[in-house]
């Protein structure tokens, strides 16, 4: 049985402009690409050559078939529900000169936002070596408890569990809110990866305090994202740094997520389990071959617009 990366959550359209530097009322023309960060992070490591899985719903309508199709194409086994309750999503980013972003989202609700405990096969989960979901799907219910279910089948599975806040305020009722939330599921997961932004809004630490925090409450990895700086790997015993890369970044949709995808599909490559993750990550050669690589699939993601169109495959990181 070939094991896999299965994502859960949110897929949904970007619509990303053609040229930098506009406020999103003023931005005269919209790319469509496909998106949802769990979404990306199964197509970053299909797109490497893996083994992925993306579970999740979509509206019975063009861009869901168009989604289906984009997953299908990057190589996703997608485990994807149609349903006629709601549309599928929209978000319309607006890139600065420096590449970040501004985001409007169209959730009113959206159909990821339906999928249901039931709706998630057993045999979705029983391939998994690695289980990834994101805060977004935290947000309303049903698929709030559909994602912390399949987090604990897969785990009673043996599954590596993976989470990122991905924090994303104009979802959320109110920033409060969000951030219990968030900060209730950390003990789920075996690895978690944050932003030093992030970092700050949840815990209102700086990087090293919070992320030990964040060990303390539970988690026995946590990745910290530098941007162009690389990342930072602490374990209860080991505090590593990861040089970045230089580009000239265009477009950072995605990046993140493909970071995910790469050290994700690195640990499934790898065979590294819940068990054996902290003496993994603590070896300095190993996390650095690890999230060095990891690291090369963000960079480049981050010169291409888009989110799954962005992704690199196995040649061009070995290549750059």
Request: hydrophobic letters at 45%; charged letters at 25%.
């Amino acid at each position: 049985m070939v094991r896999k990366v299965v994502c859960l959550g949110e897929l949904l359209i970007d619509f990303v402009p053609e040229s930098n530097g506009q406020a999103l009322a003023d931005v005269p023309a919209f790319r469509r690409a496909a998106g949802g960060a769990p979404a990306n992070v199964a197509a970053a490591v299909a797109k490497l050559g893996g083994a992925s899985r993306f579970i999740g719903k979509v509206g019975a309508d063009p861009f869901g078939a168009h989604l289906r199709a984009t997953l299908e194409e990057a190589g996703v086994d997608a485990a994807v529900i149609e349903t006629d309750e709601a549309r599928t999503g929209l978000a319309f980013v607006s890139l600065r000169e420096d590449g970040e972003r501004d985001f409007l989202f169209y959730r009113h609700p959206a159909a990821d936002m339906l999928l249901r405990s039931d709706e998630v096969l057993g045999a979705w989960l029983e391939d998994a070596a690695v289980y990834h979901f994101g805060s977004v799907s935290l947000i309303a219910e049903p698929c709030r408890t559909a994602t912390l279910d399949a987090a604990r089948r897969a785990r009673e599975l043996g599954a590596l569990v993976s989470y990122d806040p991905n924090v994303r305020l104009p979802l959320w009722e109110h920033a409060e809110q969000a951030r219990t939330e968030i900060l209730e599921h950390i003990a789920i997961a075996d690895i978690v990866k944050v932003s030093e932004e992030e970092i700050e809004f949840l815990l209102g630490l700086g990087l090293v305090e919070g992320a030990r925090k964040l060990l303390q409450m539970g988690a026995k990895v946590a990745v910290v994202t530098l941007g162009p700086d690389g990342c930072r790997v602490l374990t209860t015993s080991s505090d590593i740094h990861i040089s970045g890369v230089s580009v000239d970044a265009v477009d950072t949709t995605g990046a993140g997520d493909a970071f995910v995808g790469g050290f994700l599909y690195q640990l499934a490559q790898r065979g590294v389990s819940a068990g054996t993750l902290v003496d993994a990550v603590s070896d300095l050669v190993v996390c650095t071959e690890i999230f060095g690589f990891a690291n090369r699939v963000g960079a480049i993601t981050t010169t291409r617009r888009g989110a799954i169109p962005a992704l690199p495959t196995l040649a061009e990181v070995e290549a750059r």
